[in-house]
């Protein structure tokens, strides 16, 4: 079912077309996560467990190959095939089965359990791959003119559903696929910033800076896939935030095109030159305009990085033994600590889960810089863990969890394959309030899972650091119940009225998507909301921009 | 013409009424910087030099007692007055003659100078004193039906005219004066969070904070006066901020009325729930709302403090060496750098200003935290300092800069008393692009002075840096022409279309008010204008907030 005309407007031959850019990206397969070389099976190890535990066969079912996925008809008409080809190009114009099945959402647990399901998957009416600012630009105008919605789409890796391919009332909906925007356009040494394309995925834009010396430092467990322009459109926050800042913190300049024209924000590292707009843009997910360039900090590749690993006898002490040092400035790059429930199962060690059971809660550290920087560093966090109750595990549980920190949603894919329901959320709050919204989250995810009689195990950890509080990150493993899409909504559900009552935030770095809307108006109330519906007006008066996501 | 009554609103007396509260600040003298306490009297050493340099006599003209002011009659109707009398009682509702005249705007030079010469001075038509936020959001909601311009009042310490009393096509303007919100309402020792009115000013804040052994670390040279509320709707930056921040980096969390209603926004240390908008009310300057609560990071008082002096060659030697220091991470608390026309002049060295010359150029650094942190950090520091070019001059140049912090205002009063011009500007921008913005922008102070007739002094530092570029704050000393206000505002056209041409930011700490705001559409774009349009319709559909203010 490849039209060749559409294939070659697909990302791959687009780097191709494109030989100072960066290394072609792989594909990620349709129905999970990543390229089939990524491919986790379960160890026998995990089988054995979740035969144990939930009495699962622990045998994968068949899953559907792509060309048999029936979807909707496009509703693309003629007129607006031909409008949007003046723009750019008929062969950047795609109703290609595969270009629409591969852009038909994200990647969360209920996107992947639907596409393995039987039936008809929902997709954009037609992909859409502009190579420029200025082509994005009259893509909006033609599209708000139009009246096609709108959905902009990086590396697809949205767990929110903030790719859904909604329609939002109107009779189209195009994706906006932002990968020809893949250049490294200036870089300062001097000043330490450097300009990169919204649709440069995490390793490319590594990959070009590397050229010259430099690195973001910005590695979400998306990493692999997740572009710039994504990062910056859901305040992505990476594993080394403690070292070098959420996503948000690292941008200096949008460039942002918006059916009603282009904004160009951020004209210095700090302003006080009214409201900060580059932060209503960064975290808008495609609902106030499309990020086409951001201007980062950067900073030389690391001379040295030094690692060790500590075990704490439970979760507080490893808590308070994170905040001491966060809040002495003693400025780790990683720091991160698993609850009791993690580390018992390995989870934090991808070469182990499920092995032997390791008692405590393991901390990892890493520190980035000159080998004087590191070594300072280090020794300042290393006192004072000690001093909280930490035991010295040595380097290698450190560079074990560096191995392997982009395999989880791999092994999640897995574990969906043998009807093991597997799913992540997250949340932050001050520290005094970390117990507390710990307690209430597991216990809101045990509860409502237990009562569906499917009782799943609950595990924790803090992976992103500030003087003020933290974040929690739980991963969910049970067995899937005969509906596993409505039991998760279920589950979901409980988990996030949790969070809200416990007075944690709605999301830390997985943004609002679809899946999270319901309490938006919880997190910044009514007035908030029509504060966002204002500017919304303002940007996108026809409302074509990712309609459903985001705002209330 | 002080009225017995109505003096009994003023903020001495509030704060006296609020016996847990902090201790009463000085109120600042109507025509100058401050209180009378803080008058700085030129030394011999000035007046010889003010003569040399300039011909000026050194003698101070006469200056009007604040009785003898004419003001415009009130403008507010009996109904009016009993309206918001209604609301937060009469004994709170003033149109005092001596309470009008105090807030009858900021204390920029063109401020000043217009309170020096002959004739009637602007002032709103009332002041008000709402004692809790519940009766500020009730004076919004009244003065949006009523259509009465509402100034929020808190410090008094405005450079660029955010505080002028104008009335924006309304028939009256009220002050809404905040000093009554002066408590401590919430401290989290584990967190390091604290709430803050709006109206506790910086030493009454820190006064409050120290009883727990806590600080903010927010020192800006209008620290003695300004507020919470005030750092906060200015994106306010002290001069420790290279250690803790700037003010919109510490917020947590707002609290805000608007005419629409109330927002709390501010749910954890960070989130990717949709755009911050806490960004769009810090620096919204009362043009969108009243900030009536700050909660704040807050960090023990430190334990330590090391003090440390450099002297470097020249300009561009020290500001590499300065950047080299915080790309490292090397974590000062504090890091400045006068040019050689402010070193020589000893402009850093409060009690030896105009003193024997002194070559190359003045750097201070501090360290706070531990003993063992600061020893870590400095050791970092002094290392790459001295790499870099730098001498070090041991502690004194340092504890000397730090005593005499908040002294520049007071002399700019007893400079301005004897016809001398004195004026400071600020802005921001890349270190690459550092020296060709200081380049332009004393060319233009220079040029546009001289060509006037007045040849200046041009002198300036670096007070704030960050991994990606730095401020630069100039000051300005000549001769008063026959019209000064006209003199200064040839002088600030000039030096402000330099900065927007040389790609500064136009405001890097002074924030928007009336005086920046010719430049706004510069900063953010006619798109960026009409996103704060939008809001503004959203939150102050009256536009009663502020009127004349930031947005364009």
Redo the contacts between chains.
């Keep these: 079912m490849v039209d060749t005309q559409a294939a070659a407007t697909s990302t791959d031959s687009a780097v191709v077309a494109n030989p100072g850019g960066p290394q072609a990206r792989p594909s990620m397969v349709w129905d999970a996560w990543g390229s089939p070389a990524g491919h986790k099976p379960l160890s026998e190890q995990i089988r054995g467990l979740l035969t144990q535990v939930f009495g699962v066969s622990g045998e994968p079912v068949a899953r559907r190959d792509e060309g048999d996925v029936p979807l909707p008809a496009s509703a693309l008409t003629a007129e607006h095939r031909a409008g949007l080809a003046a723009l750019v190009g008929a062969e950047r114009v795609s109703t290609d089965h595969r270009d629409r099945l591969l852009r038909s959402g994200g990647k969360s647990t209920p996107d992947l359990l639907r596409r393995r399901s039987e039936g008809p998957q929902d997709a954009p009416d037609a992909v859409v791959f502009p190579g420029d600012h200025a082509q994005v630009a009259a893509l909006l105008e033609y599209c708000s003119a139009a009246g096609i919605a709108v959905v902009p789409f990086g590396g697809g890796t949205s767990v929110v559903g903030g790719l859904d391919p909604a329609r939002g009332g109107f009779d189209t909906v195009i994706a906006l696929d932002l990968n020809r925007l893949d250049a490294l356009t200036e870089v ?1 040494p ?4 450097a300009t990169l394309g919204a649709g440069l995925s995490g390793p490319q834009a590594e990959e070009l800076l590397a050229r010259q010396g430099l690195s973001i430092g910005h590695f979400p467990q998306s990493f692999e896939y997740a572009t710039i322009g994504g990062f910056a459109a ?4 990476g594993q080394a935030s403690a070292g070098y800042g ?1 996503f ?1 913190d690292m941008i ?1 300049r949008l460039t942002i095109a ?1 059916p ?6 951020g ?19 495609g609902t ?1 305009g499309i990020i086409t360039a951001v201007t980062l ?1 950067v ?1 030389p590749v690391p001379e040295a990085t030094g690692y060790q690993a500590w075990s704490f006898p439970d979760f507080a002490t490893g808590a308070t033994a994170l ?1 001491t040092v966060i ?5 780790p790059t990683v720091m991160r600590l698993s609850d009791e429930a993690e580390t018992g199962l390995n989870l934090a060690r991808a070469g182990d889960i499920g092995g032997a059971a390791v008692g405590g809660c393991l901390a990892v550290t890493t520190f980035e ?2 080998a ?2 590191v070594a ?1 560093r280090s ?2 966090a290393t ?1 004072l863990l000690t001093a909280a109750g930490g035991t010295a595990l040595g380097e290698t549980p450190a560079r074990e969890w560096e191995h392997g920190r982009f395999a989880a949603p791999y092994l999640r894919d897995s574990l969906l394959d043998v009807g093991v329901l597997c799913e992540t959320l997250e ?7 970390l117990a507390n919204l710990k307690a209430k989250v597991t216990a809101a995810l045990t509860d409502s899972l237990t009562a569906q009689g499917t009782p799943a195990l609950v595990m924790c950890h803090i992976s ?1 650091t ?6 929690l990150y739980f991963t969910i493993v049970g067995k899937q119940a005969e509906d596993p899409i409505a039991q998760w909504a279920i589950a979901k559900r409980a988990a996030g009225d949790a969070i809200v009552a416990a ?10 998507g679809a899946d ?1 809307r319901p309490w ?1 108006t919880d ?6 909301v ?6 919304k ?3 996108d008066p026809a409302g074509i921009l990712n309609p459903g996501k ?2 209330p």
């Design positions: 300062d001097i000043s330490g910033t859901t305040r992505s926050s959420r948000d200096q918006t009603a024209g282009t904004l160009e924000l004209r210095a590292p700090a302003s006080a030159a009214g409201p900060d707009l580059r932060e209503l843009f960064s975290g808008s997910e106030l900090r900073h905040r809040q002495a400035g003693a400025a810089g000159t004087a920087h300072a020794a300042e006192a949340t932050a709050t001050t520290w005094a309030n992103h500030y003087p003020t509080g933290a974040s007075g944690g935030t709605i999301t830390h770095h997985h943004a609002v999270h938006m997190e910044i109330g009514d007035l908030g029509r504060v966002l519906r204002a500017v007006q303002a940007v985001l705002i």
